[in-house]
């Protein structure tokens, strides 16, 4: 009794297996993405004050979260795979701080290895015009961030594998005790070290090279897109100073025409337009913001990219470890087994010093190699389908990532070239008043 226009691409027999691999799998594999069956949005931000972890009084911004899911909602539980309502659930809300979707974009980053995980929008403003206050507390600055929190769960949520997560559902949906959830997957002990990842980068032999190029990718992204946000914010200082002396001249036309006679009424009228021209700056250069906005968004999204090259050459460079040393135990098992020493070793020269060691132990010796060699090859048939599986994920997520960077940025440049030549239109008709001057 699944309704077909909302899940158009699964089969009822799915839905109605007794086994919750089979449903899951099967959601990932057709796209019944959480944006499908859950209706997301953060509405509001609200200051609030209270005290911090040390005792001492802070001031904080929340923002509220709401969530009202569709008509059909699937349950996890083996007897009934499906059930029907006839409406839509009510809206839950619930609060939440930034600080909690850093700690949940976290657990995605280290639960998800493989996946390009959407970024959260900045901190504290940057490449601004100069107008543009960069307080986090200011009410504009909390208005973008509220607009770009919002973007961040519903680019999750639009994901194959991250909207099926259980911590996001609890994230959406259980106010109280999700973080002691998060806490208790362990995931901060699976994080990986910077140090050793940043080792791994130098040390790695075999580096994927559609990843070293995917890491070259990410970087000329987010140095063009920087260039491109720092010239922005430039001209937009520019721009905002061309406008603001037409309001001086306004003022001074309006001075002006109060000793005028005969022509009073022009230069009070040019006054006027001139006002109007220079306060039109601030609408225009706020809806630029915007799209600076979604241009910040694929700066911070270079970083998450890279996170994923970062894990392949770590994962890469553990593989080279693990066989590294299969070998050497090998060529130790097989010295010791001939009497032919083939490297060099201060094991070796002792030997030939003070003499070969007891039968007893070399057998002991041979013994304990054989089974550290049975361990090394477990090892290394694990860092080998580790690496394979991250590999092949990776890349499916990353080619995922630059279709959806294509769509997104054409569509915002184009969007951004309708409104400046709407705003030139704009400035043209101001200019070209038959009134001002009383003409």
């Not at 083996?78 to 839950?92: G, K, N, Y």
């Not at 337009?273 to 250069?285: F, T, V």
């Not at 894990?311 to 590294?324: D, G, I, N, P, R």
Request: with cysteine; glycine share 4%; hydrophobic share 35%.
């Amino acid at each position: 009794s699944i309704h077909p226009s909302i899940y158009p691409s699964i089969h009822l027999s799915i839905y109605l297996s007794n086994d919750p691999n089979v449903l899951q799998r099967s959601m990932v594999e057709e796209g019944s993405t959480l944006v499908r069956r859950m209706e997301i949005c953060v509405a509001e931000a609200e200051k609030r004050s209270g005290k911090n972890a040390v005792n001492m009084q802070e001031t904080f911004t929340v923002y509220l979260i709401e969530t009202r899911c569709f008509a059909i909602c699937i349950s996890s539980c083996l007897t009934s795979a499906v059930h029907e309502f006839t409406s839509a659930f009510s809206p839950d809300s619930l609060w939440r701080r930034y600080s909690e979707f850093e700690l949940l974009r976290n657990y995605l980053l280290v639960t998800y290895p493989y996946i390009v995980v959407p970024p959260l929008p900045e901190k504290r403003a940057e490449f601004v015009w100069h107008k543009l206050s960069a307080d986090n507390m200011d009410p504009d600055f909390v208005e973008r961030r509220r607009i770009g929190l919002e973007n961040f769960l519903l680019r999750v949520a639009s994901h194959p594998v991250l909207s099926n997560d259980k911590i996001l559902h609890h994230f959406l949906t259980e106010e109280h005790g999700w973080k002691e959830v998060v806490y208790e997957t362990g995931f901060q002990a699976k994080a990986d070290s910077r140090i050793r990842a940043l080792s791994a980068t130098f040390r790695v032999r075999n580096p994927d090279k559609r990843f070293m190029e995917m890491k070259h990718y990410s970087d000329q992204l987010q140095s063009h897109t920087s260039q491109l946000l720092r010239a922005r914010a430039r001209v937009a200082d520019r721009l905002y100073g061309v406008y603001k002396v037409h309001g001086n001249y306004g003022r001074v036309f309006s001075e002006w025409s109060a000793i005028e006679k005969e022509m009073g009424d022009g230069l009070q009228s040019a006054g006027h337009h001139m006002d109007a021209y220079a306060a039109s700056i601030d609408d225009i250069l706020e809806e630029e913001e915007h799209y600076a906005d979604q241009l910040k968004e694929y700066l911070f999204y270079a970083e998450a990219l890279r996170a994923v090259c970062r894990k392949h050459e770590l994962t890469q460079f553990e593989l080279e470890m693990a066989s590294q040393d299969l070998i050497s135990k090998k060529q130790q098992h097989e010295e010791l087994a001939t009497g032919i020493v083939r490297t060099f070793s201060f094991k070796g020269m002792t030997n030939k010093l003070f003499g070969q060691e007891a039968p007893e132990q070399r057998e002991a010796r041979i013994k304990l190699l054989e089974e550290l060699i049975a361990e090394g090859e477990d090892t290394v048939k694990e860092k080998t389908v580790e690496c394979e599986e991250h590999v092949e994920r990776a890349w499916v997520d990353m080619q995922r990532f630059k279709e959806q960077k294509d769509k997104d940025l054409r569509e915002a440049l184009i969007n951004y070239a309708v409104m400046q030549i709407s705003m030139c239109k704009k400035v043209e008709k101001s200019i070209s008043a038959p009134e001002l001057f009383g003409a």
